[in-house]
């Protein structure tokens, strides 16, 4: 059986989940709280398995909670669950094994419930492996994470071409797709920081591995040709920095 602990505010909320998760007859349910507090204290006690979180806690945030948890030895696996389709990604620099909406659905109750079982069977006896500190998802694994029509979309960052601010949205476009997100700029350029993007123009970050010219334009300023055929203007007031790192 998983040992499970539900957090949420909401009263029929946790017992929604509850009926849901006894008439999958994997898991057991070890304790719920309504507050941060409180839930910080039963979980240290009983170290569930599995902790069904709400983000969205009174004045409290769940994210701050799923933090203090990681903290935890061993650290139960972490699944969101929220009516707020938001806070995907930050969910998954955290780790969580699984991201779910309110109002909940037994089928998407059942997966994730099978995606735990298949993590306690990599740990010894049974048991969930312990959590370490580690880098982002974006670190590990060379990917960024985006909220794109309602689903997480991971982008090989060696395949993005340029990303610029567009009618107060973010366009990330590779070589093969582009995608509109919600972030800011500078949201996404601090994500990236481990990639080869530099800044160009106010509203430009480019990859250099995908630069293929730069064409010389209007007062000492420059346009650069993509390997994908398009343009992207670079300001005078990047053009130093940007001649340094290529030796131009």
């Known amino acids: ?49 599995l902790v069904f979180l709400d983000i969205e806690l009174s004045e409290d945030s769940g994210l701050v909670l799923a933090e203090q948890i990681h903290k935890l030895h061993p650290s139960p696996a972490i699944v969101f669950a929220t009516a707020y389709d938001e ?38 006896a049974g048991s969930l492996p312990v ?54 700029l500078t949201w996404i350029e601090k994500k990236l920081s481990d990639a080869p993007l530099i800044r160009v123009h106010r509203s430009y970050l480019v990859n250099l591995d995908h630069i293929s010219e730069i064409e010389p334009w209007f007062n000492s300023t420059y346009n650069l040709i993509m390997k994908d055929g398009s343009k992207v203007p670079v300001s005078r007031t990047y053009v130093k920095e940007l001649k340094q790192l290529i030796g131009f």
Not at 8 to 31: C, M, N, Q, T
Not at 174 to 181: H, L, N
């Open 1 to 49: 059986m998983i040992r499970t602990f539900i957090v949420d505010d909401e009263p029929l909320a946790r017992d929604e989940l509850k009926y849901l998760l006894l008439r999958s007859r994997e898991a057991e349910i070890v304790g719920e709280a309504s507050n941060m507090e409180d839930a910080l204290e039963h979980i240290t006690r009983l170290l569930p398995d």
């Open 87 to 124: 806070f995907a990604l930050q969910a998954f620099d955290l780790d969580a094994l699984d991201y779910l909406l309110k109002p909940f659905d037994e089928k998407r109750i059942k997966q994730t419930l099978e995606k735990i079982k298949a993590i306690k069977k990599i740990g010894k």
């Open 131 to 184: 959590s370490e500190p580690s880098k982002t998802a974006s670190q590990q694994t060379g990917k960024l994470a985006i909220m794109a029509d309602e689903r997480i979309v991971l982008i090989d960052k060696q395949s993005i071409v340029y990303i610029t601010a567009v009618e107060g949205r973010t366009l990330i476009k590779t070589m093969d797709a582009e995608y509109r997100i919600s972030e800011t």
